[in-house]
């Protein structure tokens, strides 16, 4: 008999044994929020699932909601159900020893890329200036801040709701002379600030959105640099095939020398498509004139 998970253990009293293997392995816990995944089948166990579970986890768990809807463009922004519990869609969440405010209402939020920011403030050297061109509420730009000294964060982001909680995370993990929030569209952002050729690495954290980017990282970057470059790929296709014809179809033929030195499989995301990170190293052989930034 294989293990049961925790929520299949607690289901088992009320759900019928041919649907116990439909009952999630896991659930996502953002602060006080547990979020789960149902299937359809499992509609009219809901509650019963939900309530539980926030039995078990009380109090450290006050609220569980199921997603409701896909992610907003261009936000990414789910709508949820409540389940069980009460007290709201704000949370603080703690993760590598920083606290960050959400709603997971109004903002993209995952716990899942704990891992994958620490991963990338490891990388960072002391003194780099960064661009995160899709920073949310901030989570990348402050456990970077917190971990390597000296740095410069430029922290982008369109949604105004993720953008407040930002501002109130860079103080609330007192980083306000690391990290620089930004509001606006990266790109035009980058435009207005005039954060062309000052960064040493920039961060493209949203698959959806980073390949209609990648020109205008690589404009922000000083003559040689990383991108982190996030895209959702085919499992069954080469991962080098696919960066290789994404990547080239923009850098191609504008004397741009880049290689992938890193491929980082970060999840899987829906059957046979998987979510990646691509630390893409690049060498423009310009001479730029170097810009003081703001
Ligand atoms: C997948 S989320 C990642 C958020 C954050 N990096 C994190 O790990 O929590 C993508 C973010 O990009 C923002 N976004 C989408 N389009 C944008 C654009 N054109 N310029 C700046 N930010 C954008 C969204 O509002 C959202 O917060």
Same mark, same amino acid.
């Given at each position: 008999?294989?293990?049961?998970?925790?929520?299949?253990?607690?289901?088992?009293?009320?759900?019928?044994?041919?649907?116990?293997?439909?009952?999630?392995?896991?659930?996502?816990?953002?602060?006080?929020?547990?979020?789960?995944?149902?299937?359809?089948?499992?509609?009219?166990?809901?509650?019963?699932?939900?309530?539980?579970?926030?039995?078990?986890?009380?109090?450290?768990?006050?609220?569980?909601?199921?997603?409701?809807?896909?992610?907003?463009?261009?936000?990414?922004?789910?709508?949820?159900?409540?389940?069980?519990?009460?007290?709201?869609?704000?949370?603080?969440?703690?993760?590598?020893?920083?606290?960050?405010?959400?709603?997971?209402?109004?903002?993209?939020?995952?716990?899942?890329?704990?891992?994958?920011?620490?991963?990338?403030?490891?990388?960072? *050297?002391?003194?780099?200036?960064? !661009?995160?061109?899709?920073?949310? =509420?901030? /989570?990348?730009? #402050?456990?970077?801040?917190?971990? %390597?000294?000296?740095?410069?964060?430029?922290?982008?982001?369109?949604?105004?709701?993720?953008?407040?909680?930002?501002?109130?995370?860079?103080?609330?993990?007192?980083?306000?002379?690391?990290?620089?929030?930004?509001?606006?569209?990266?790109?035009?952002?980058?435009?207005?600030?005039?954060?062309?050729?000052?960064?040493?690495?920039?961060?493209?954290?949203?698959?959806?959105?980073?390949?209609?980017?990648?020109?205008?990282?690589?404009?922000?970057?000083?003559?040689?640099?990383?991108?982190?470059?996030?895209?959702?790929?085919?499992?069954?296709?080469?991962?080098?095939?696919?960066?290789?014809?994404?990547?080239?179809?923009?850098?191609?033929?504008?004397?741009? *020398?880049?290689?992938?030195?890193? !491929?980082?499989?970060?999840?899987? =995301?829906? /059957?046979?498509? #998987?979510?990646?990170?691509?630390? %893409?190293?690049?060498?423009?052989?310009?001479?730029?004139?170097?810009?003081?930034?703001?």
């Amino acid at each position: 008999m294989t293990k049961r998970s925790l929520l299949q253990e607690l289901a088992k009293n009320f759900v019928p044994p041919n649907l116990l293997n439909l009952v999630p392995k896991g659930f996502e816990v953002i602060g006080g929020i547990a979020i789960l995944n149902l299937p359809r089948e499992l509609e009219e166990h809901k509650f019963e699932i939900a309530e539980a579970l926030l039995n078990y986890l009380k109090p450290r768990i006050r609220l569980v909601v199921r997603r409701s809807s896909p992610a907003r463009d261009p936000e990414r922004v789910h709508s949820y159900e409540v389940l069980a519990g009460s007290g709201g869609f704000e949370t603080l969440h703690r993760e590598s020893g920083c606290t960050f405010k959400v709603d997971v209402s109004k903002v993209f939020f995952t716990s899942r890329l704990q891992y994958e920011r620490l991963r990338i403030a490891n990388l960072v *050297k002391p003194g780099e200036t960064i !661009i995160n061109m899709f920073a949310g =509420v901030g /989570p990348f730009s #402050i456990v970077i801040a917190k971990k %390597v000294p000296g740095v410069k964060v430029y922290s982008i982001d369109i949604n105004p709701e993720a953008y407040k909680l930002m501002v109130e995370n860079v103080k609330l993990n007192k980083v306000e002379d690391k990290v620089i929030p930004l509001l606006g569209d990266a790109g035009e952002v980058i435009d207005q600030y005039d954060l062309k050729g000052i960064a040493d690495r920039v961060l493209m954290p949203s698959p959806e959105h980073a390949i209609n980017y990648l020109s205008k990282a690589v404009e922000a970057l000083k003559v040689k640099g990383v991108v982190h470059y996030y895209d959702v790929a085919c499992q069954v296709k080469s991962l080098n095939d696919h960066l290789t014809s994404r990547i080239s179809s923009i850098l191609n033929g504008a004397g741009i *020398k880049w290689e992938v030195r890193t !491929i980082r499989v970060i999840r899987s =995301v829906a /059957p046979l498509k #998987i979510y990646l990170c691509a630390d %893409v190293h690049l060498d423009k052989g310009l001479k730029l004139i170097a810009k003081q930034p703001f």
